[in-house]
């Protein structure tokens, strides 16, 4: 895997951490984050995995859902996020069509986030025939982690952007699908918008750590995006984000102030300048009249 550069004193994040964690009852906290400073914020806080998502489709790229972002704008990304880290792991999503049509496809491109973008492990959703990919790249020496329940690259076949999981039938759906994941050799699964009651359930039927978002607190470990929890984001947000601070309207409150201080010429100040050295400021209008 990627050789990470780590601080003096602070032991990087390993697969073999968060089992023991899993094993300890620690809980784990994962961050998903898009970029060099989203990454050092991530690091600073103490986050002990950090995941480019292919939400920052929508997030930070402007799209409709995550269907179109490619995989080379989630290796600029996944790059960008592996120059912020020192400590966390980092898991990089494998966005839609890169991975599905066959093994030999999803190792290829598992390959080339931990090559070209440092990833330590790759992120796969649903189970079914992912299953067997996931087999495929952890085959090929690549961590994998899963992701049941509400899958977001699939989420139109799943009905929309809506909870998995709500009846007994549909709570033994997402097991298998973890089971067959777990089985493929994943060592880790996220469980998104599943009712707590199954995730209670589940989590001590799994030997992987289970990262929750909308899953309830019995999962190992919780994940929120940046933008999400510091309020980044603009509008509506899916019911299980917890807003910690409210960083837009700081944002949006100081590039206002510098546009009225431009508007007003009150902005740039003389401490904001330079000078040109002593003398020199006389010399120039005649050096200046020499080019007329």
Known sequence: MSARPVASGAAPVTIATLAAMKA????????????????????????????????????????DSTVPITVDE????????????RRALLVADLPFASYEASDEQAVRTAQRFVKQAGADAVKVERGGTTA????????????????????????????GYRAQGRT?????QVARDASALVQAGCFA???????AEVTAALVPRLPVPVIGIGAGPAADGQVLVVHDLLGITEGPTARFVKRYAEVRKA???????????????SYPAREHGYAMAPGEAQRLPALLADLD
């Open 24 to 63: 300890d009852g620690a809980p784990i906290a994962m961050v998903t984050a898009y970029d060099h400073p989203g990454a050092q914020v991530a690091e600073a806080a103490g986050a002990d995995v950090v995941l480019v998502g292919d939400s920052a489709a929508m997030t930070v790229l402007g799209y």
């Open 132 to 159: 067997q990919r996931a087999r495929a790249i952890v085959a090929a020496g690549i961590p994998v982690m899963g992701h049941v329940g509400l899958t977001p690259q699939t989420a139109t076949a799943l009905g």
């Open 168 to 172: 007994a039938e549909a709570a033994v």
């Open 251 to 265: 944002m949006v409150d100081g590039v206002t102030a510098y546009v009225d201080d431009v508007r007003a010429r």
């Open 74 to 85: 989630m290796l600029m990304l996944a790059a960008a996020v592996r120059r912020g880290l």
């Open 189 to 195: 699964l996220v469980f998104e918008a599943i009712p």
